[in-house]
């Protein structure tokens, strides 16, 4: 199975959502959440954040409310949440692209690691390389041949500009000398409705939002990132093991709050979220969208952010990659 994720509940992280919350967070929330997902409703992220936020509303008998803020590729419901009251009563669940955006917007509102303090993260997901079900392509080679038949003709869809699935686009393009045009989307939701009518050529999309789509056979899946092959696709292959390199990683979906939430707040957050994690429904679903749960206590979650920025720093130079 291409993630290792058999929930972990390692006894220094039950410790440390043990302790004893103080008032402030005995006494949080009195009244409604607002949950900011950077990404149109219907993809994996919007599909995740309300599932978690109605378990844990239910918990603490508040309702947590989706806030939908696609565009630019996140950043913009990113800089909600890191310009917002750290009181709390805003919480982001936010992808990969939180470690991707500094190497790629020097420029960017917020900074990551000042402005949101990392919470957990929800689940692990690979990314699929889908073309719609009338391709004449059966296969990953088969993809490659159409694509070099036809210069300048073929198109690449991703969830937005500096994601993974655009970073992994132009990787492709690069590793098998193509010329695939980039199209960005606010989003996987209309990222996959663009393959599902024909208008782009290909995309590379999460499985969270396409594996529906694929065991339906309305979309058709070439390759997956990952180390190995996923157990709920058994039939496609990883990119790896066709011979081309550099997919080998895996996203995530996570929750984040601004940076002065008080840290009682935030290991509430935490264990609840962590309590929702353990639901056998949850799991299933989870793993029903493609995806992989896990349980990270937020200073390894803060830790593997540090890694991840790094990491991406240097496929970002590494590959050349410029923005559209």
């Known amino acids: ?4 994720f058999a929930i972990q509940a390692a006894a220094g992280v039950s410790m440390a959502f043990a302790a004893a919350f103080p008032a402030t967070a005995a006494e949080f ?11 149109s409703a219907g993809g994996a992220s919007d599909i995740l954040a309300r599932m978690i936020a109605k378990k844990v509303g239910d918990e603490w008998k508040q309702p947590l409310v989706v806030d939908n803020r696609p565009g630019a590729s996140g950043l913009i419901g990113n800089d909600v949440v890191a310009k917002a009251t750290g009181d709390g009563y805003t919480a982001l669940v936010g992808s990969t692209i939180l470690a991707q955006a500094p190497a790629l917007y020097p420029k960017l509102a917020y900074d990551v690691l000042k402005d949101l303090t990392p919470v957990t993260i929800i689940a692990l ?7 719609p079900a009338d391709s004449s392509a ?3 080679a088969d993809f490659v041949k159409l694509v070099k038949a036809n210069p300048k003709s073929y198109s690449f869809a991703s969830n937005g500009n500096a994601t993974t699935s655009h970073m992994q686009g132009l990787q492709l393009n690069k590793i098998a000398s193509l010329d695939m045009v980039h199209v960005p989307f606010k989003g996987s939701a209309p990222q996959l409705q663009a393959v599902l009518a024909g208008e782009v050529n290909s995309a590379i999309i999460d499985l969270g939002s396409s594996k529906p789509q694929i065991v339906a056979g309305r979309v058709r899946a070439l390759a997956v990132t990952g180390e ?13 093991e066709l011979g081309f390199q550099g997919f ?31 639901s056998p429904e949850v799991v ?14 937020p200073e390894d979650f803060a830790k593997k ?10 496929i970002v130079k590494e590959q050349g990659i410029k923005l559209d």
């Open 1 to 4: 199975m291409i993630f290792k």
């Open 29 to 39: 929330p009195d009244h409604p959440v607002r949950i900011v997902v950077p990404a």
């Open 125 to 131: 997901s690979a990314n699929a390389l889908v073309v």
């Open 138 to 140: 059966k296969t990953l």
């Open 228 to 240: 190995t092959r996923l157990k709920s696709l058994p039939n496609v292959p990883t990119f790896k």
């Open 248 to 278: 080998e990683g895996v996203g995530w979906i996570a929750l984040m709050v601004p940076s002065a939430t008080p840290k009682e707040i935030v290991a509430k957050y935490a264990q609840s979220v962590r309590t929702a994690l353990q």
């Open 284 to 297: 299933a679903k989870i793993e029903e969208m493609g995806m992989g749960p896990i349980i990270i206590s």
């Open 305 to 314: 952010l540090r890694s991840d920025i790094n990491y991406w720093a240097g």
